[in-house]
């Protein structure tokens, strides 16, 4: 079992550090539907939320070193953004008990389809190699994507971390490159307290949390090293998949499928 979960966080570190993702929307189907698959004991889905959590905190970290490392991460923008969406966030989970859990689920599986949509739009790039240092971006606006995402993902319970990436690209105008680095930071902002959250009310499976973050961190730094060598037009299209994957899956999870 060791051995298998090593391979999945290896797996979800490499898209993690390569995309810019967080890697829970590819590690939580995997933990759930691939040890079964091999003879072992089913993972309930608390087990798996938990232990994922950890893993994304370990695997963003380590994908986000080399993107800094690669002048990727915009200090400026992930301090923003990040702030910004933890108070959407808070504020979310706070209001949550209000409003009915199938409206909040459809409004969220509207704003991922629309972030969906923008990845197929053409786009100029300009240098897809502009490092962070060359990015400027307008302030209020990054600061109303923020607090919405959060908001709307603090009601529904779902981070929302993939629909940042179309959203800074198509909208915030922010460089392919720029925005996986920025993501993978803002990313690990909010994983620290849900990680932190499940650590202390005892949530999390160590041996199991392990075994991923073992193989996750390297997964990253390969995922992170590669992904300044693929095109940028590349790293969107791959992208995009995984919105749509997720999109599909929240729609129908949204409408009872």
Same mark, same amino acid.
């Given at each position: 079992m060791s051995a298998l979960l090593f391979l999945i966080g290896l797996a979800g570190g490499f898209f993690s550090g390569l995309l810019g993702l967080g890697g829970a929307i590819l590690m939580v189907p995997l933990l759930l539907f691939v040890p079964p698959?091999?003879?072992f004991p089913a993972l309930d889905m608390k087990q798996v939320a938990? &232990?994922? &959590?950890?893993?994304?905190?370990? #695997?963003?970290?380590?994908?986000?070193?080399? @993107?800094?490392?690669?002048?990727?991460? @915009?200090k400026d923008l992930v301090l923003t953004m990040g702030g910004a969406s933890a108070l959407?966030?808070?504020?979310?989970?706070?209001?949550?008990?209000?409003?009915? $859990?199938r409206a909040l689920l459809l409004l969220f599986a509207s704003i991922a389809t629309l972030a969906g949509v923008l990845m197929f739009l053409p786009r100029r790039e300009g240098d897809p190699d502009a490092t962070a240092d060359q990015v400027r971006f307008h302030r209020p606006l990054a600061v109303a994507i923020a607090l919405a995402v959060g908001l709307v993902g603090g009601l529904v319970g779902a981070p929302g971390a993939f629909i940042y990436v179309p959203l800074m690209?198509?909208?915030?105008? &922010?460089?392919?490159?720029?925005?996986?680095?920025s993501t993978l930071a803002i990313v690990l902002f909010t994983a620290a307290f849900g990680m932190a959250g499940k650590v202390a009310t005892g949530q999390v499976d160590w041996p199991l949390?392990? $075994?991923?973050?073992?193989?996750?961190?390297?997964? #990253?730094q390969v995922g992170g090293y590669l992904s300044k060598r693929v095109r940028a037009g590349a790293l969107?299209?791959?992208?995009?998949?995984?919105?749509?994957?997720s999109v599909v899956q929240m729609w129908r999870q949204a409408l009872g499928g």
């Amino acid at each position: 079992m060791s051995a298998l979960l090593f391979l999945i966080g290896l797996a979800g570190g490499f898209f993690s550090g390569l995309l810019g993702l967080g890697g829970a929307i590819l590690m939580v189907p995997l933990l759930l539907f691939v040890p079964p698959l091999f003879g072992f004991p089913a993972l309930d889905m608390k087990q798996v939320a938990a &232990i994922t &959590i950890v893993q994304v905190f370990f #695997a963003a970290l380590s994908g986000m070193v080399v @993107h800094w490392r690669n002048r990727f991460v @915009h200090k400026d923008l992930v301090l923003t953004m990040g702030g910004a969406s933890a108070l959407g966030a808070l504020a979310g989970g706070l209001l949550s008990d209000l409003v009915n $859990a199938r409206a909040l689920l459809l409004l969220f599986a509207s704003i991922a389809t629309l972030a969906g949509v923008l990845m197929f739009l053409p786009r100029r790039e300009g240098d897809p190699d502009a490092t962070a240092d060359q990015v400027r971006f307008h302030r209020p606006l990054a600061v109303a994507i923020a607090l919405a995402v959060g908001l709307v993902g603090g009601l529904v319970g779902a981070p929302g971390a993939f629909i940042y990436v179309p959203l800074m690209m198509y909208v915030l105008k &922010i460089p392919t490159r720029v925005t996986l680095g920025s993501t993978l930071a803002i990313v690990l902002f909010t994983a620290a307290f849900g990680m932190a959250g499940k650590v202390a009310t005892g949530q999390v499976d160590w041996p199991l949390a392990l $075994a991923l973050v073992l193989g996750s961190v390297p997964g #990253a730094q390969v995922g992170g090293y590669l992904s300044k060598r693929v095109r940028a037009g590349a790293l969107r299209w791959m992208v995009a998949m995984v919105v749509w994957g997720s999109v599909v899956q929240m729609w129908r999870q949204a409408l009872g499928g």
